[in-house]
């Protein structure tokens, strides 16, 4: 028994599954810290040498942060933000994936290049126009201060993954529904939409994950406290002497778990997604 | 560019979508169905552009109740040019991108190949490599400034145990700088290997055959047969990563607020502050246009390096 025991455990030590433990250790030893850290007591978080084992265990932190931090507020915030933006973007960016991908218009290579653009331009170009008109428009402190933006900026990437999920749809059935004298909009209603839903998906993930982590903007507009998203709440957790790590933590691992459940649920998604751009198109 | 040449092959297909009906017509529904979308991003992402690059050109005051912009001038460039401050901010950024991207494609492209021969696993192994990438950078930057604490952080007792002394991680410029990098190598590093492991798994097998047979080192493969054919990619990964790192300023404003001093300022925490803290939006604009037009220029060179590429090999 012993002898097929170690059998087997050498068989385990080899240079790729050595090579894969240490990826996993870099990558997970900083998210164990950030998870031990928010069940920490608010003593053990200040200690030297650190406690590297949160014991005693405790949720105070937790409940810091809903009681006297407010994080309930900011969550909702983060929440009707991403999800207003994500819905407006697969509304808007399904029919332009649409148009993009399969109907004959001049200079749509031009444009799609231009979104492709777009899409990695930095924010903080376009960060002080935006800002006064906001100001101009009294639109500072407000959910659509940042759900427009928002679905604009992610729309770029949003067509790009719909229309490369759109030109894999066999063409035979839009044209069936073009001889059965369907509309347009009928058959991009219920022939073509159905088809692209995997395209759509992910689309959904992308821009639902860049609205919840997105930082300057909601820094720079919305900075009462009455619509603070997650980001900005965090970052201003506490005075600029005293940084509460511990309950910036637990609402760090609050604010991780959705995205972090949702991720990973749809992983295909996200990689077909994260690739769509570099090796399919 | 692949992109370009990919839909400029669909064009004739698309005009032939619908046999017997009218191509001017499907074109106007196209222009319908997009319309949407282009007015949105081009009111809330041109246009401000465009403002943006007229505020930097002319003398902007802000008061209270609005702002008025008036006369052309080039002074708030000429204030950019000769300001210390700028410079430095482009030098760190341009430098600190180089850097991390280096490092982020050689580590990226090392984890994808470990990825690649992994069987059972390498879905589990892509889970937790998409949550640091998913992770909002605030709550990375604030963790990465809780391990690098100065007097109770745990890379101070890490270092102290293994007998490196008892550095101060955030309180230097240079390994502030440091420390930056490696929270965001952290954090990106995984974006470079998934991408690259989408490439290496849809790279021919026939070709690794091939090589096999003919009894060619590991080495020799990997040098002369997986690196070319997976150069499309890696310059794909690269330029994502660059035009990313290009704009940084999430993790440097909660890790370091751009110092000690002025050592962690990039182009857009420089430009966040001259806009927000001294209220200046015409220099403030001027900086970002400067950032703006370097990631215009690196698009649109990156853009001619790759077309030439897929030009020359194209089968991928």
């Known amino acids: ?24 250790f870099f990558v997970a030893l900083p998210l164990y810290w950030l998870i031990a850290s928010s069940f920490k ?46 819905m407006i973007v697969l509304a808007v960016g399904s029919l332009a ?31 002080s126009p935006l800002y006064l008109l906001m100001r101009d428009l ?18 770029p990437f949003a067509i790009w993954i719909i229309r490369n999920y759109m030109l894999g749809i066999p063409r035979e059935m839009e044209e069936a529904a073009r001889i059965d004298g369907a509309s347009a909009l009928k058959t991009f209603w219920s022939i073509i939409l159905p088809q692209a839903l995997p395209g759509l998906f992910t689309a959904a993930i992308f821009t639902f994950t860049a609205c919840w982590t997105e930082f300057l903007m909601a820094l720079t ?19 600029p002497n005293v940084i509460p790590y511990g309950t910036i933590f637990a609402a760090s691992v609050v604010a991780t778990v959705p995205i972090g459940i949702l991720v990973f649920v749809f992983r295909r998604s996200v990689i077909s997604g994260l690739t769509s751009g570099a090796v399919k198109g | ?175 502030a700088i440091v420390s930056m990098m490696v929270a965001d190598i952290w954090k990106t590093t995984p974006f470079v290997a998934i991408i690259v492991l989408a490439g290496l798994v849809m790279l021919p097998s026939d070709v690794f055959e091939a090589a096999r047979v003919d009894g060619s080192s590991s080495w020799y493969t990997f040098w002369h047969i997986t690196v070319p054919l997976l150069r499309p990619t890696i310059t794909i990964a690269i330029l994502f990563r660059i035009l990313q790192a ?26 966040y502050k001259v806009m927000f803290e001294n209220l200046d939006f015409g220099a403030g604009a001027a900086v970002a246009t400067s950032a703006a037009l370097l990631v215009l220029f690196g698009c649109l060179l990156a853009l001619k390096a790759f077309r030439t590429q897929v030009g020359g090999e194209g089968s991928l």
């Open chain 1, 221 to 239: 507009f919305n900075n009462s406290n009455a619509f603070r998203t997650i980001p900005v709440g965090i970052a201003l957790f506490g005075s």
């Open chain 2, 246 to 271: 290009f704009g940084i300023f999430d993790l440097p404003f909660v890790l370091t607020g751009g110092g000690p001093g002025v050592a962690t300022t990039s182009l857009a925490i420089l430009g």
């Open chain 2, 1 to 175: 560019m692949r992109l370009r040449d990919k839909v400029a092959e669909e064009r004739p297909q698309n005009t032939g979508t619908f046999r017997g009906s009218n191509a001017n017509q499907l074109a106007r529904l196209g222009w319908m169905f997009t319309s949407p979308a282009l007015v949105l991003v081009g009111a809330v992402t041109v246009f401000p552009i465009l403002f943006s690059i007229a505020m930097s050109l002319s003398n902007v005051t802000v008061s209270g109740n609005g702002f008025t912009m008036s006369g052309f001038t080039f002074s708030n460039y000429s204030a950019l040019v000769h300001s210390a401050s700028w410079r430095y901010a482009l030098g760190f950024t341009i430098f600190y991108t180089i850097a991390t991207v280096v490092f982020e494609i050689i580590a990226g492209t090392a984890i994808a190949l470990v990825l690649e021969r992994l069987n059972n696993a390498r879905g589990i192994m892509m889970a937790v490599l998409l949550i640091p990438w998913s992770m909002i950078t605030i709550i990375s930057a604030e963790l990465w400034q809780y391990i690098f604490e100065g007097t109770y952080g745990v890379m101070q007792a890490i270092f102290g145990a293994l007998g490196f002394g008892r550095p101060v991680f955030l309180g230097s410029p240079t390994s």
């Open chain 1, 138 to 155: 009294r639109w500072l402190d407000s959910f659509q201060a940042l759900i427009l933006p928002y679905t604009a900026f992610n729309l």
């Open chain 1, 97 to 127: 994936g649409y148009g993009l991908g399969r109907l004959p218009m001049r200079g749509k290579a031009s444009i799609l290049l231009i979104l492709l653009m777009i899409a990695v331009f930095p924010e903080i170009a376009v960060i």
């Open chain 1, 1 to 24: 028994m012993s002898r097929r025991y170690v059998f087997t455990w050498r068989r385990w030590i080899n240079w790729l599954n050595l090579a894969s433990a240490v990826i996993v």
């Open chain 1, 41 to 86: 007591i608010p003593r053990a978080i200040g200690a030297s040498p650190p406690q590297y084992f949160p014991i005693p265990l405790s949720a105070s932190n937790y409940t810091s942060a809903f009681l006297h931090y407010g994080f309930a507020r900011y969550f909702l915030n983060s929440a009707i933000v991403s999800v207003a933006a994500t």
